[in-house]
């Protein structure tokens, strides 16, 4: 009995594992960096990929929230930097709110650890696969890269990332978009995502 339960135990382990390669091979590999193609702005950045990060954020400036009578109802209006350099006004509702852990050097004298940013839905494309993902808006001019993929809309992706590549999916791509579920809440505490980690 006992060799029978060794050989069950092993069969089911070899299966596993099997299923868990097929599973690998079928997932997109992102590399360092990836092109993000926005729907909604019909227009292609250049991204950090940052597993560390917890969710997405975006170049935006002149940030201003117009808050409606209800929290679903909240309205931002904001600049979008362009990868040229040059700002184009937007005006969108409100998905959720994001509170982001400052670095050490960027806590001012209210003492707060934490800045709270809203966040718009928008679908990104990266290689040829679109998701809407929630992006919070930050002035991200002093980092590397315009925008910032955090852990959040990997797992939308599906994605796993190699770090010792970069633009694996090359270029800007337009595709049909698939809408994955992604959280709706108002308001969310996201300590992984640190400004540290959004260069």
């Known amino acids: 009995m006992k060799i029978i339960a060794l050989g069950m135990t092993l069969l089911l382990t070899s299966l596993a594992a099997c299923a868990s390669n097929k599973d690998i091979a079928t997932r997109p590999i992102f590399g360092t960096s990836e092109y993000v193609y926005i729907e909604e702005f019909d227009q292609c950045f250049l991204a950090k990929i940052d597993t560390g990060a917890g969710s997405a954020s975006i170049n935006a400036i002149n940030i201003k929230l117009d808050e409606g009578p209800k929290a679903d109802d909240d309205m931002v209006s904001f600049d979008l930097v362009l990868p040229d350099g040059s700002l184009k006004p937007y005006s969108l ?29 928008l679908h990104l494309n990266i290689g040829g696969t679109t998701h809407l993902t929630s992006v919070n808006l930050a002035d991200r ?35 049909e978009p698939s809408e994955p579920e992604h959280d709706q809440q108002n308001e969310q505490a996201d300590t992984t995502n640190t400004d540290e980690n959004a260069s």
């Open 93 to 121: 509702p409100v998905s959720k709110y994001v509170l982001v852990k400052r670095r050490a050097a960027d806590i001012g004298k209210d003492g707060r650890a934490y800045n709270r940013r809203p966040s718009v839905d």
């Open 141 to 175: 001019r002093s980092f590397s890269k315009a925008m910032l993929i955090g852990h959040g809309p990997l797992k939308a992706f599906h994605a796993l990332v190699d770090v010792a590549d970069e633009k694996v999916q090359g270029n800007c791509a337009k595709s």
